[in-house]
T-cell receptor, first 112, second 114 residues
Framework: ETGVTQTPRHLVMGMTNKKSLKCEQH?????MYWYKQSAKKPLELMFV???????ENNSVPSRFSPECPNSSHLFLHLHTLQPEDSALYLC???????????FGPGTRLTVL | AQSVTQLDSQVPVFEEAPVELRCNYS??????LFWYVQYPNQGLQLLLK????STLVKGINGFEAEFNKSQTSFHLRKPSVHISDTAEYFC????????????WGAGTKLIIKP
């Protein structure tokens, strides 16, 4: 595997389900990001981890819970989501102190 | 706070014609500027970036962009597009006010007509 991978690529869940999104980077980076991409809207930064510590949380509802167990892995735990949470969730990584982020292909989430 | 405007949500253009995708940002104090491309069913990929130096920046796939400080713009251009350029293009800016996190535009879909 190379670059940034995300699983699953597609997820359909009910409002009462609990699920997790997984991101893995194979680039040796030490910063990781979760973004929400909705149609016709700018990318929304949700969480940033730098050196495995959360450094940014942009007022994201508590039904989204991130976890970064090491510098290569990032999870987004989901529970009691709303239909408006349906979107493409993108993971990215970078090297702290550099400016370029590398993105995974995303997880297309549909909440029924 | 910094903001980014991509004026066109879609730009249709004939194959082999030139194209310009527009990007304006709100604050001109010491910014870093980026264009990313998202091909269908893929993540975003860096096309080019401006950090300092020459205002004309060349990127991958024949794209270039020009930083215009007085106009607070960073428009993306290509002299001759190909069908493979069909994608969505995102402009992003970072500066001190955003703690150097990327602030994104809403994207422009480039539609290539045969």
């Amino acid at each position: 595997e190379t670059g940034v991978t995300q699983t699953p690529r597609h997820l359909v869940m009910g409002m009462t389900n609990k699920k997790s999104l997984k991101c893995e980077q194979h680039l040796g980076h030490n910063a990781m990001y979760w973004y929400k991409q909705s149609a016709k809207k700018p990318l929304e930064l949700m969480f940033v981890y730098s050196l495995e510590e959360r450094v940014e949380n942009n007022s994201v509802p508590s039904r989204f819970s991130p976890e970064c167990p090491n510098s290569s892995h990032l999870f987004l735990h989901l529970h009691t989501l709303q239909p408006e949470d349906s979107a493409l969730y993108l993971c990215a990584s970078s090297q702290v102190g550099t400016d370029t982020q590398y993105f995974g292909p995303g997880t297309r989430l549909t909440v029924l | 706070a910094q903001s980014v405007t991509q004026l066109d949500s879609q730009v249709p253009v004939f194959e082999e014609a030139p194209v310009e995708l527009r990007c304006n940002y709100s604050s001109s104090v010491s910014v870093y500027l980026f264009w990313y491309v998202q091909y269908p069913n893929q993540g975003l990929q860096l096309l080019l970036k401006y950090l300092s130096g020459s205002t004309l920046v060349k990127g991958i796939n024949g794209f270039e962009a020009e930083f215009n400080k007085s106009q607070t713009s960073f428009h993306l251009r290509k002299p001759s597009v190909h069908i493979s350029d069909t994608a969505e293009y995102f402009c992003a800016v970072s500066d001190q006010s955003s703690n150097y996190q990327l602030i994104w535009g809403a994207g422009t879909k480039l539609i290539i007509k045969p």
